[in-house]
C-alpha cells in the first residue's frame, strides 16, 4: 500500500449532484429538498436530456441560477455524470445524493464533518435505512451488537460524539467525495453501470493510495419507497 495522501480542504461550498433514479415527479421533490437544505451559493447539478431540462422548467426562478444541467451526450451513465459533475463544479466538493431521500436538518454539516474528520479521508456517507426499519446500512443495531448507538433513526441522527469508522466503500444514496482525492485517484470508470459498483471502484482505487472512507455515524438519511418517493 502507497504512503496516505495528505488532503486539502475545499475552499468552496460543495457541489451536489443529484442523481435521479425514479420518474420525474421524485426527482423533482428531491431536488426541492436539496435546495431548501442547502445554502445559497451551493451549485446542484443535475443529469442532461429531458428529465435534466424538466428540472430546470420545475425549480423556481430564485433558484435557477443555482442549477447546472450536465451535457446529455458526454454524461450517460453514472460515472461519466460523475466525471462531468467533477468538470463543471470548479475548485467544491461533490456530494452524490439519489432521489427518494429524506434528508434530516443539519445533514450536509455534520457529512462533511466525517469527510473532514481525517487528511486521508476521501469519501464520507451517511447511515441509510428504508422507510419504517431501524436497520441501518453500516451497522446492526441489535441491542447486542449497536455499540450504544440508540435503536431510533431520529437519535442517531443527533449522536453528539460520532466515531467516523472507516467502511470499505460509500454507497450512491448520500456519499460526499472530496475533489483532491477524485483528482488523485483518476476518473470514475464507465464500464461499470451501477452507482454502488462505480463509488466501490473509487474505493478500491483510494485504498491503493492509503486512503480511507468513513461513515458518517451521526447523520441517517431515509430511503422512501417508490410510490413515496414524490412526497415533499
Given amino acids: 500500500m502507497r504512503t496516505a495522501a495528505l488532503l486539502r480542504p ?20 428531491m431536488l426541492g429538498r436539496v435546495l431548501s437544505s442547502t445554502a445559497a ?5 443535475v443529469p442532461g436530456g ?18 447546472v444541467v450536465l451535457d446529455a451526450a458526454g454524461s450517460i451513465g453514472f460515472a461519466a455524470g460523475l466525471n462531468d459533475a467533477f468538470r463543471v463544479s470548479g475548485r467544491s466538493d ?16 455534520r457529512l462533511r464533518s466525517a469527510a473532514f474528520c481525517d487528511d486521508t479521508v476521501a469519501a464520507a456517507s451517511t447511515l441509510v435505512k428504508s422507510a419504517g426499519q431501524q436497520s441501518f446500512r453500516g451497522f446492526d443495531l441489535s441491542p447486542a451488537s449497536r455499540g450504544g448507538l440508540p435503536a431510533s ?8 460524539s ?29 464500464s461499470f453501470s451501477h ?31 417508490a410510490g413515496l418517493a414524490s412526497c415533499p
Fill in 10 to 29: 475545499m475552499p468552496a461550498a460543495p457541489a451536489v449532484l443529484l442523481w435521479p433514479w425514479g420518474s420525474l415527479d421524485s426527482a423533482e421533490s
Fill in 41 to 45: 451559493e451551493t451549485i446542484v447539478i
Fill in 50 to 67: 429531458e428529465l435534466g431540462h424538466k428540472l430546470r422548467e420545475a425549480a423556481d426562478r430564485s433558484t435557477t441560477a443555482r442549477l
Fill in 94 to 109: 461533490l456530494i452524490v445524493v439519489a432521489d427518494g431521500i429524506l434528508l434530516p436538518e443539519g445533514w450536509l454539516e
Fill in 153 to 160: 433513526g431520529e437519535a442517531v441522527g443527533v449522536q453528539p
Fill in 162 to 190: 460520532p466515531l467516523h469508522p472507516k467502511i470499505f466503500t460509500p454507497w450512491p444514496q448520500c456519499t460526499y467525495l472530496r475533489r483532491d482525492a477524485l483528482g488523485l485517484l483518476g476518473p470514475a470508470d464507465g
Fill in 195 to 225: 452507482p454502488a459498483a462505480v463509488l466501490a471502484d473509487l474505493a478500491a482505487r483510494a485504498l491503493g493510495r492509503g486512503l480511507s472512507c468513513v461513515l458518517a455515524d451521526d447523520v441517517a438519511v431515509e430511503q422512501l419507497p
